[in-house]
């Protein structure tokens, strides 16, 4: 899969380029878990969609409560609103799949890492971009932030 290139390309470089005696910078970006949610056969193989525990729906008053433009967004956009929960539980297995396979492929980096010595002096930091919500108040998708129970 491309986390797997991607890991490969920064090993390839680390091996290359890597000097004991200098610090160095290395920036390796995944792009996923990311929509579309598409993995590799062996890591689709490792979905458990049914264990997947589903957010309680909105009541139809907190839903009135809310702005038409957030009533747009369930509407528009993967939510159980505009899906089956059984397609819910698949999309979000996927996109915790996807998390759970970065993970392996970050520790390929941790154990290049650990095995050159360095590991404990190295800091590591982790961005990301945004959200998708992940089944939260039963949407999926890069819904505003504040859309949070009681507001």
Request: glycine share 4%; with cysteine; hydrophobic share 40%.
């Amino acid at each position: 899969g491309l986390e797997h290139w991607t890991t490969d390309r920064c090993l390839d470089f680390l091996n290359q380029h890597w000097n004991r005696n200098k610090p160095f910078c290395m920036w390796l970006s995944y792009d996923r878990p990311h929509f579309p949610n598409a993995i590799p056969t062996p890591w689709y193989e490792r979905l458990k969609s049914q264990d997947v525990l589903l957010d309680e729906l909105l009541t139809a008053e907190q839903l009135a409560a809310m702005p038409a433009w957030v009533i747009e967004q369930y509407l528009a956009s993967p939510s159980r609103i505009t899906m089956p929960d059984d397609d819910m539980r698949h999309l979000l297995a996927t996109y915790f799949t996807l998390i759970e396979m970065i993970d392996q492929e970050l520790g390929r980096l941790f154990e290049w890492l650990t095995n050159k010595g360095v590991m404990e002096q190295t800091h590591i930091i982790f961005c990301a971009d945004h959200g998708d919500n992940a089944g939260d108040l039963g949407i999926y998708d890069k819904i505003p932030n504040y859309l949070k129970r009681g507001n």
